[in-house]
């Protein structure tokens, strides 16, 4: 033999039976098959066995059992970003002809996807009201499909009646599709609610950003979709595997690493989250807090029915600052944090800050406006009244809090307040 096909096949093999507490990176494109038979045998679509990188590695199984186990799910996808899982639900479910419904506060790009591509397809959408369920019942028609909750919705955190919207889908015939990144299978169960006369409810399809939580620092982009439906298991599995929605193996490890601590990080940062929350909102500079776990927080009492038993909030909430204040003044609070970075994303250690123009990223809840953030028209159906109704007037700025000690936290905003609006 050649040295260098030695170097190739060469005949070591290091013995069995390593075991180390993190669980090993397979990294793969190619699967080798010890023979034929064996190859023709194996199905992609079953866990059963390994046929090609992109339809799963043992890493990549191991991450979606334990996924799917975190859901109260019995199955679970993986993708490249949280967006992507979205995506994939979309296209796995809606046909030329169907209507998907959004709430009005969804995650801005959710909604790009539907005035871009699913356009493209034929396929329509409709905003709602997520803090309005007759509004929902009235836009649900003969050709929709899917309907999507977010709870709470983005930026604004208006926290939705989540078992009532799974109820009236299940009423209607229609599929619900929970984004769950915020709840992060910690907060409640979607596959195990109750409705109001206590019989048991489940969403459909759960979709995680695992950018997130699960991987906690800011440093790997991934998503996941679960459920606990064999046959809409099925239609995600082919959409995925014709897209080729493949993800890297060191971000599985990254996330498998970070998996066992989530709770820990979670339960911290939202203990952080609700004292700074309520530090805040008696503040004279700010005019609201929205943060589900505060009182006068739109959805209030929806998110006490849905996360009564944990009473967990998560770590991210938005503060509007007085209109009297300017744009400039919340600009310099911003930047005069010290620990709360500029940037976008939430869930890892980092504390974060991001000021949003509500026009720009709710321009169906405005009046006169009907251009979304990417300069899109927003379709003829896609207005909306409906939840800033429970805001109030003033200047936005979101907050993710991470790991940071809770006084030193508390400190950094005391000192930016004073900067910005009250150094005249
Ligand atoms: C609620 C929600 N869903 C989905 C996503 C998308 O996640 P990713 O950044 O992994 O695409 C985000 C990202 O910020 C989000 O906030």
Redesign the pocket.
Known sequence: MAKTTHLIHHPYAPPEGFVAPQFPTYRASTVIFPNVSTMRARDWKQKSGYTYGLHGTPSSFTLEERLASLEGAKFCQLVP????A?ALVNLSLLKCGDEVLIPSNA?APSLALALGELAHYGITHQLYDPLNTADLAQKISGNTRLVWV?APG?VTMEFPPIEAIVQLCRDKGVLSAL?N??GAGLAFNAFNLYAQDKTPLSVDISIQ?L?KYASGGGDV???CVCTCDESLNHKIKLTHMRLGLGVASHDVETVLRSLPSMQLRYTTQDVTAKFLANTLSVREEVAQVLHPAIQSSPGHMNWLNSCGNTLLAASIFSVIFRPDYSQDQVDLFCDSLKYFKIG???GGHISLVVPYDLKMIRPALFNGIDQNADGQALSAGSQVKGSTDSLKPGHLVRLCIGLEDAEDLTSDLEQALQTAFHNS
């Open positions: 970003s949280g967006l992507a979205i995650y977010e983005s984004d990144t915020w950003a950018t982009l991934m998503g976008y994303s939430w």
